[in-house]
T-cell receptor, first 109, second 111 residues
Framework: RKEVEQDPGPFNVPEGATVAFNCTYS??????FFWYRQDCRKEPKLLMS???SGNEDGRFTAQLNRASQYISLLIRDSKLSDSATYLC??????????FGTGTRLLVSP | DVKVTQSSRYLVKRTGEKVFLECVQD?????MFWYRQDPGLGLRLIYF???????EKGDIPEGYSVSREKKERFSLILESASTNQTSMYLC??????????FGQGTRLTVV
């Protein structure tokens, strides 16, 4: 089993739609969690950290479920500019990060 | 703003050459990483370092080595480049349990 698993997509949605991505992780001792965004041929950039209590940043909401070992990202009112690959990232401890393979989102007019 | 700088955006090297990829960060982070990214495989960890002169193997260290002589600089070395090392290489740095910051990536082609 992979340490971090994501549905690769692509998710094709129209502008204005709500879309959700899930990610599962295998190490129950994992300490911190993140969502990164990666545009084509660019480096990954932090979208948001994920906290146990859940957190929201504008149209983006991230949730963590430790019991079921998954994290989620919800995007409301999708924009064309949201088209990108979204990477689920887990810190299992040991001072390193483990990346999922990414979920590709395509938002169309 | 945190800045992680990789020495080259694009490199073309011949099979068998020794290749150096350099990475410098300006935020005094303890931890630095080298990943490679390939289509369908995501980011895979090659090596990481949590302190000067310290290094740890990641998931795919074969064919690579690293050097960390100064806290701000982490170098990836391909001892004898091969065509299967053609990839995007990404350097990252982070402090304890915080997010990682990435360099802009080096797209290496080995011919």
């Amino acid at each position: 089993r992979k340490e971090v698993e994501q549905d690769p997509g692509p998710f094709n949605v129209p502008e204005g739609a709500t879309v959700a991505f899930n990610c599962t992780y295998s190490n129950s001792a994992s300490q911190s969690f993140f969502w990164y965004r990666q545009d084509c041929r660019k480096e990954p950039k932090l979208l948001m950290s994920v906290y146990s209590s859940g957190n929201e940043d504008g149209r983006f909401t991230a949730q963590l479920n430790r019991a079921s070992q998954y994290i989620s990202l919800l995007i409301r009112d999708s924009k064309l500019s949201d088209s990108a690959t979204y990477l689920c990232v887990v810190n299992p401890g040991f001072q390193k990060l483990v990346f999922g393979t990414g979920t590709r989102l395509l938002v169309s007019p | 703003d945190v800045k992680v700088t990789q020495s080259s955006r694009y490199l073309v090297k011949r099979t068998g050459e020794k290749v150096f990829l350099e990475c410098v960060q300006d935020m005094d982070h303890e931890n630095m990483f080298w990943y490679r990214q390939d289509p369908g495989l995501g980011l895979r960890l090659i090596y990481f370092s949590y302190d000067v002169k310290m290094k740890e193997k990641g998931d795919i260290p074969e064919g690579y080595s690293v050097s960390r002589e100064k806290k701000e600089r982490f170098s990836l070395i391909l001892e004898s480049a091969s065509t299967n090392q053609t990839s995007m290489y990404l350097c990252a740095s982070m402090s304890q349990n915080t997010e990682a910051f990435f360099g802009q990536g080096t797209r290496l082609t080995v011919v």
